[in-house]
């Protein structure tokens, strides 16, 4: 089994290389931007849309869910 951790260095690695040399900018905006709306709609997949319970998986609180599903246009 492969880490999460693995696939991740594994896609910066491919996009660095990508750049061609070029600087990147905002690399945490541009990760952050990329992951969460996967994370947070296959968690909310897994809890049949319980907040609740996907909140205690994600160890955040209700409030914070529901500003990330809403900014990510993922709210039912």
């Known amino acids: 089994n492969r880490l999460l951790s693995n696939f991740t260095e594994d896609a910066l690695r491919s996009y660095f290389i990508s750049l061609n040399g070029h ?3 905002d ?7 990329q992951i ?7 968690v909310m997949d897994y809890t049949d849309g319980n907040q609740s319970v996907a909140a205690d998986i994600l160890g955040i ?7 990330k599903l809403k900014q990510y246009q993922l709210h039912s």
């Open 61 to 67: 609180n209700r409030a914070t869910l529901r500003k």
């Open 36 to 42: 969460e709306p996967s994370l947070f709609k296959t």
């Open 23 to 25: 600087q990147p900018t």
């Open 27 to 33: 690399i945490y905006k541009l990760v952050i931007g």
